[in-house]
């Protein structure tokens, strides 16, 4: 690892650390004005398959995204990571779908379940840029399967709250497409 990409990853570890905290302390003030799936409508089209996830420690909460999903009659799906080859996966989402918790403690499909490639991924985030650049939780899961699926459309998700302008930049890290909030939804 070079001089540079040691301070970037220390850095991240820094704002990781600042921005859950900040993310414990806001989230509850700023999920009373979620309206997050009414902005996601107009990326939606007829006969899409979306990734999502399920919500975790203080995230944006995406159970109205799920029901809004529901009502347009689209396809849903949702991450299962194999930590064994250190990838991620989307498995189908519904109401007959079994889930395990993972070794993070994040709900996700059975893994034995059928892979489904999604046209669009909501992507969890701790914090964003204007630039579309993220850090999440720095497991390198959602980088590598954006890099693995350029063709997919890439929606950070996240509060307003959780935007920092000077993110360290990795050569890993991947763009997002567009950012989503509680307050907005806007293309990057």
Not at 41 to 49: A, G, M, N, R, V
Not at 165 to 182: C, F, G, R, S, V
Request: aromatic share 12%; charged share 30%; net charge positive.
């Amino acid at each position: 690892m070079s001089e540079f990409e040691h301070k970037n990853s220390y850095e991240k570890k820094i704002i990781r650390k600042f921005l859950l905290n900040r993310r414990s302390e806001l989230s509850s003030l700023f999920e009373t004005k979620n309206k997050a799936h009414i902005h996601l409508k107009p990326l939606l089209t007829d006969h899409q398959c979306v990734g999502s996830y399920v919500s975790f420690r203080n995230e944006l909460n995406t159970e109205l995204i799920h029901d809004m999903l529901n009502n347009q009659k689209l396809t849903k799906c949702l991450p299962s990571i194999d930590e064994k080859n250190r990838n991620m996966q989307f498995k189908k989402y519904d109401e007959d779908t079994s889930f395990i918790v993972n070794k993070y403690g994040i709900k996700e499909p059975d893994p034995k379940g059928k892979n489904i490639k999604p046209s669009i991924i909501l992507v969890p985030l701790l914090a964003f840029n204007d630039d579309g650049y993220r850090i999440g939780y720095g497991g390198g899961f959602y980088d590598k399967y954006i890099n693995s699926n350029k063709d997919i459309t890439k929606v950070g998700v996240g509060f307003t709250f959780q935007e920092y302008k000077n993110l360290p930049i990795e050569p890993h890290d991947e763009k997002l497409d567009w950012i989503l909030t509680e307050k907005y939804l806007y293309k990057v």
